[in-house]
C-alpha cells in the first residue's frame, strides 16, 4: 500500500476576503467514472450558514470543479422560514440516480454555537434525505426521517446499497444541550428497504455492555465474497473518561443481528472501512490522540468468520502542524484538526480517499490516491 498522489478537492479561494471553511467529506463514482465529492461549507465549524455543497472531477480526482450548493439553508415552521445549517454524504443509488443522507440543526438563535462544551450536548437536529435524478444539479425537497432519538440523532455515515437492494446507513444518538441521552447509547442500523419511501432504525448494530460507551461517526461496507456487513466505530467510555480503540461488528445475516464489539486494535477516533474483493477490505482511521505520529492510517485487513486479521498498515497522511487542544469545545471533540477519512475504490489496485484537515485558519478536503 502506498500513496502516489495528494490533491486539494476544496480550499477557501480568497481567505483574505471571506471565511469559508470545508468539513466532513465523502466520494462517490458516478456514471460514466466521473468522481462527485460532498462536504459542507460554512464560517466555521459550527456556523450557521454550513451548509452541503458539491464538486465534481472528470480526470480520476486530480482536479476539481467549484462546489455548487445543494440546498436553500431554511426549513419553513409556521409560515416563517427558519436557519439550518446541514451535512450530507452522497450515495449512487442505480438508475442514474444519487442520493444524499444527513442530519440539520435549526438555528434560530444565531449566537448559540452547535455544542455545549461545559456538558457535551448539541441543539436539535433531524435526520434528513433528498434525490436527485440528473447527477447532483438539482435536488428534491429533503424528506425528514424518523428515529429512535427523536431530535438528537447523528447519521454522518453515507447509505451503502446492498446486494438485496436495500438501503442502509449506521445512526446514533446525540446528547441534548444539558448534556443527557433521550434513548439508548448505541448503534442502530438505519433502513429503507422501498427506496426511502419509508425507513426503520429497530437493528442495533453496536452496542456495549452498561451503554456507556459511544459510538460515534460509524461506517459500514459489504463484505464482497461473504456478503457479511461490518460497521466501525469512534468509541469512547463516558461512565469513566476512557478513550478506547475503533471497534466494529459483523452481520452474517444481512443486517438483521450484529455480534458484540470487537476490537480493531488500532487507536483512532473517526474511521471508516471500504470493501476490496473477497472477504478484504481497507479500514481508515483518524488517529490524534495517544500516538507519538498523528495522522490518518490505512489498515488492510483479511475479515473471515468475524475475525479481523491486519495484514498491513501504513501511516497515509500526517498533518504539517501538531495537534493541539480546543478548550472552547467540549473534551471528546477538543482536538478535532483532521478527520472522517473515507475511501472509493477506482480500480482493482487504485483507491481514492477523502478527508478534511485544518491548517493556518483554514479547513480543507484533500483527495489522496493509493497504490494497493
Same mark, same amino acid.
Given at each position: 500500500?502506498?500513496?502516489?498522489?495528494?490533491?486539494?478537492?476544496?480550499?477557501?479561494?480568497?481567505?483574505?476576503?471571506?471565511?469559508?471553511?470545508?468539513?466532513?467529506?465523502?466520494?462517490?463514482?458516478?456514471?460514466?467514472?466521473?468522481?462527485?465529492?460532498?462536504?459542507?461549507?460554512?464560517?466555521?465549524?459550527?456556523?450557521?450558514?454550513?451548509?452541503?455543497?458539491?464538486?465534481?472531477?472528470?480526470?480520476?480526482?486530480?482536479?476539481?470543479?467549484?462546489?455548487?450548493?445543494?440546498?436553500?439553508?431554511?426549513?419553513?415552521?409556521?409560515?416563517?422560514?427558519?436557519?439550518?445549517?446541514?451535512?450530507?454524504?452522497?450515495?449512487?443509488?442505480?438508475?442514474?440516480?444519487?442520493?444524499?443522507?444527513?442530519?440539520?440543526?435549526?438555528?434560530?438563535?444565531?449566537?448559540?454555537?452547535? %455544542?455545549? &462544551?461545559?456538558?457535551? !450536548?448539541? $441543539?436539535?437536529?433531524?435526520?434528513?434525505?433528498?434525490?436527485? #435524478?440528473? +447527477?447532483?444539479?438539482?435536488?428534491?425537497?429533503?424528506?425528514?426521517?424518523?428515529?429512535?432519538?427523536?431530535?438528537?440523532?447523528?447519521?454522518?455515515?453515507?447509505?451503502?446499497?446492498?446486494?438485496?437492494?436495500?438501503?442502509?446507513?449506521?445512526?446514533? %444518538?446525540? &446528547?441534548?444541550?444539558? !448534556?443527557? $441521552?433521550?434513548?439508548?447509547?448505541?448503534?442502530?442500523?438505519? #433502513?429503507? +428497504?422501498?427506496?426511502?419511501?419509508?425507513?426503520?432504525?429497530?437493528?442495533?448494530?453496536?452496542?456495549?455492555?452498561?451503554?456507556?460507551?459511544?459510538?460515534?461517526?460509524?461506517?459500514?461496507?459489504?463484505?464482497?465474497?461473504?456478503?457479511?456487513?461490518?460497521?466501525?466505530?469512534?468509541?469512547?467510555?463516558?461512565?469513566?473518561?476512557?478513550?478506547?480503540?475503533?471497534?466494529?461488528?459483523? +452481520?452474517?445475516?444481512?443486517?438483521?443481528?450484529?455480534?458484540?464489539?470487537?476490537?480493531?486494535?488500532?487507536?483512532?477516533?473517526?474511521?471508516?472501512?471500504?470493501?476490496?474483493?473477497?472477504?478484504?477490505?481497507?479500514?481508515?482511521?483518524?488517529?490524534?490522540?495517544?500516538?507519538?505520529?498523528?495522522?490518518?492510517?490505512?489498515?488492510?485487513?483479511?475479515?473471515?468468520?468475524?475475525?479481523?486479521?491486519?495484514?498491513?498498515?501504513?501511516?497515509?497522511?500526517?498533518?504539517?502542524?501538531?495537534?493541539?487542544?480546543?478548550?472552547?469545545?467540549?473534551?471528546?471533540?477538543?482536538?478535532?484538526?483532521?478527520?472522517?477519512?473515507?475511501?472509493?475504490?477506482?480500480?482493482?489496485?487504485?483507491?481514492?480517499?477523502?478527508?478534511?484537515?485544518?491548517?493556518?485558519?483554514?479547513?480543507?478536503?484533500?483527495?489522496?490516491?493509493?497504490?494497493?
Amino acid at each position: 500500500m502506498r500513496v502516489s498522489e495528494c490533491s486539494i478537492i476544496y480550499e477557501n479561494p480568497l481567505p483574505q476576503l471571506k471565511a469559508r471553511k470545508a468539513y466532513f467529506p465523502n466520494l462517490c463514482l458516478l456514471d460514466g467514472g466521473e468522481l462527485a465529492a460532498a462536504f459542507a461549507i460554512g464560517q466555521a465549524m459550527e456556523s450557521v450558514d454550513q451548509t452541503s455543497y458539491l464538486a465534481r472531477s472528470n480526470d480520476g480526482g486530480r482536479t476539481w470543479s467549484e462546489p455548487i450548493r445543494m440546498f436553500s439553508g431554511q426549513v419553513s415552521a409556521e409560515r416563517e422560514r427558519v436557519p439550518v445549517s446541514d451535512v450530507a454524504k452522497i450515495t449512487r443509488v442505480g438508475d442514474g440516480r444519487l442520493i444524499v443522507l444527513g442530519y440539520r440543526f435549526r438555528r434560530e438563535d444565531p449566537d448559540c454555537p452547535l %455544542g455545549n &462544551p461545559e456538558t457535551g !450536548g448539541l $441543539l436539535e437536529d433531524e435526520v434528513f434525505w433528498a434525490e436527485s #435524478r440528473d +447527477s447532483g444539479v438539482s435536488w428534491s425537497e429533503p424528506s425528514v426521517i424518523p428515529t429512535a432519538w427523536n431530535g438528537h440523532t447523528e447519521a454522518s455515515a453515507p447509505v451503502t446499497v446492498l446486494k438485496d437492494g436495500d438501503w442502509v446507513t449506521p445512526i446514533t %444518538g446525540f &446528547p441534548g444541550w444539558d !448534556g443527557r $441521552l433521550a434513548g439508548v447509547n448505541c448503534g442502530r442500523l438505519l #433502513r429503507s +428497504s422501498d427506496q426511502g419511501k419509508s425507513w426503520q432504525d429497530e437493528t442495533v448494530c453496536m452496542d456495549f455492555p452498561g451503554h456507556t460507551v459511544l459510538c460515534y461517526e460509524q461506517r459500514l461496507c459489504q463484505l464482497e465474497a461473504s456478503g457479511d456487513l461490518v460497521v466501525i466505530a469512534w468509541n469512547e467510555d463516558t461512565a469513566v473518561g476512557r478513550r478506547m480503540t475503533n471497534h466494529y461488528t459483523v +452481520s452474517h445475516d444481512n443486517g438483521k443481528t450484529f455480534s458484540e464489539p470487537r476490537d480493531t486494535g488500532i487507536m483512532g477516533q473517526a474511521s471508516s472501512v471500504c470493501a476490496l474483493g473477497g472477504n478484504e477490505l481497507l479500514s481508515l482511521h483518524a488517529c490524534r490522540r495517544d500516538t507519538e505520529r498523528p495522522g490518518i492510517y490505512g489498515c488492510r485487513v483479511l475479515l473471515e468468520h468475524g475475525e479481523w486479521k491486519t495484514e498491513e498498515k501504513k501511516l497515509l497522511w500526517e498533518p504539517g502542524v501538531p495537534v493541539v487542544k480546543n478548550d472552547k469545545f467540549a473534551d471528546v471533540f477538543a482536538y478535532l484538526k483532521f478527520g472522517q477519512p473515507s475511501a472509493v475504490r477506482l480500480s482493482e489496485k487504485e483507491l481514492l480517499m477523502t478527508h478534511w484537515f485544518e491548517e493556518n485558519g483554514e479547513a480543507k478536503i484533500a483527495a489522496t490516491r493509493i497504490e494497493l
